[in-house]
């Protein structure tokens, strides 16, 4: 866990992981376009777009690209990062369960380590299949309950096995009374995911095709240790699980 949330990083922090926030970004686009048609003026949204990186990286390739981000102060960095690195983005104040757009708006909806702070996910996964185009994906990443690895809060061992019931209790007292062990966030993380739970909540608010992370990886995006590990994961659902219990994240793409 850093000393401060994500969305508290300063400028300077920010500026100084900007390069790879860029190569994952354009990563995730890459990712995304195999599993469903994104056309190359494709307009997208990012929930809880913190300082900028994604709707940065957008712009850069081309992308109309819009930002939502309920904390000011972060909205301030996106603005001054994204013109130290030579574009313009569009940041509103808003909140993933009430997104200011108008339905069928998007073609990428996408929440990075937002979910899991939000204080209902089933109505954040309602908005971002309500906001998509038909044939629209959202991606998100967020915390995984299979991981004993993670970064919500410090002093917890395995914290992502406990029950979630536990987990949010601990998160609440930590707000209230040691905010220095989930970085002085006013809005800790409550939910966390299995792909169970995951695929049942986005088939719910409508999602007909889900991925999760080794189905949207290509063989080519490494050398020849990375295309054996990625095929020995997605062999089995038993080694899909081992390599998901490795990693303290989850990700997945949902079509609409």
Same mark, same amino acid.
């Given at each position: 866990?850093?000393?401060?949330?994500?969305?508290?990083?300063?400028?300077?922090?920010?500026?100084?992981?900007?390069?790879?926030?860029?190569?994952?970004?354009? #990563?995730?686009?890459?990712?995304?376009?195999?599993?469903?048609?994104?056309?190359?003026?494709?307009?997208?949204?990012?929930?809880?777009?913190?300082?900028?990186?994604?709707?940065?990286?957008?712009?850069?390739? $081309?992308?109309?690209?819009? $930002?939502? =981000?309920?904390?000011?102060?972060?909205?301030?960095?996106?603005?001054?990062?994204?013109?130290?690195? $030579?574009?313009?983005?569009?940041?509103?104040? $808003?909140?993933?369960?009430?997104?200011?757009?108008?339905?069928?708006?998007?073609?990428?909806?996408?929440?990075?380590?937002?979910?899991?702070?939000?204080?209902?996910?089933?109505? #954040?996964?309602?908005?971002?299949?309500?906001?998509?185009?038909?044939?629209?994906?959202?991606?998100?990443?967020?915390?995984?309950?299979?991981?004993?690895?993670?970064? =919500?809060?410090?002093?917890?061992?395995?914290?992502?096995?406990?029950?979630?019931?536990?987990?949010?209790?601990?998160?609440?007292?930590?707000?209230?009374?040691?905010? =220095? %062990?989930?970085?002085?966030?006013?809005?800790?993380?409550?939910?966390?995911?299995?792909?169970?739970?995951?695929?049942?909540? %986005?088939?719910?608010?409508?999602?007909?095709?889900?991925?999760?992370?080794?189905?949207?990886?290509?063989?080519?995006?490494?050398?020849?240790?990375?295309?054996?590990?990625?095929?020995?994961?997605?062999?089995?659902?038993?080694?899909?699980?081992?390599?998901?219990?490795?990693?303290?994240?989850?990700?997945?793409?949902?079509?609409?």
């Amino acid at each position: 866990m850093t000393a401060r949330a994500t969305e508290q990083r300063s400028l300077d922090e920010a500026m100084a992981q900007l390069d790879g926030k860029l190569r994952h970004a354009r #990563a995730v686009i890459s990712r995304l376009r195999r599993v469903t048609d994104i056309p190359s003026n494709a307009r997208v949204l990012d929930v809880g777009s913190a300082q900028g990186y994604f709707l940065i990286a957008c712009r850069r390739m $081309g992308l109309d690209a819009v $930002g939502v =981000e309920p904390y000011a102060p972060a909205i301030d960095v996106s603005t001054s990062l994204a013109a130290r690195a $030579g574009v313009q983005i569009d940041v509103r104040r $808003g909140d993933a369960e009430a997104l200011p757009f108008d339905s069928s708006t998007f073609d990428i909806v996408h929440a990075n380590s937002v979910i899991e702070h939000v204080s209902d996910a089933r109505t #954040a996964f309602s908005e971002a299949f309500r906001v998509l185009r038909p044939g629209g994906v959202f991606w998100f990443l967020t915390a995984s309950s299979l991981s004993p690895m993670q970064s =919500e809060i410090r002093g917890f061992p395995a914290f992502g096995w406990y029950p979630d019931a536990l987990k949010r209790k601990i998160m609440m007292w930590a707000k209230e009374h040691k905010p =220095e %062990l989930i970085g002085h966030t006013g809005a800790p993380a409550i939910h966390w995911f299995t792909p169970r739970k995951a695929r049942r909540m %986005l088939s719910a608010a409508g999602f007909k095709r889900i991925y999760d992370r080794w189905d949207l990886r290509s063989p080519d995006e490494g050398g020849r240790a990375y295309r054996v590990l990625l095929t020995v994961i997605r062999s089995s659902p038993a080694t899909k699980f081992l390599a998901d219990v490795a990693l303290p994240a989850c990700s997945y793409a949902a079509v609409k």
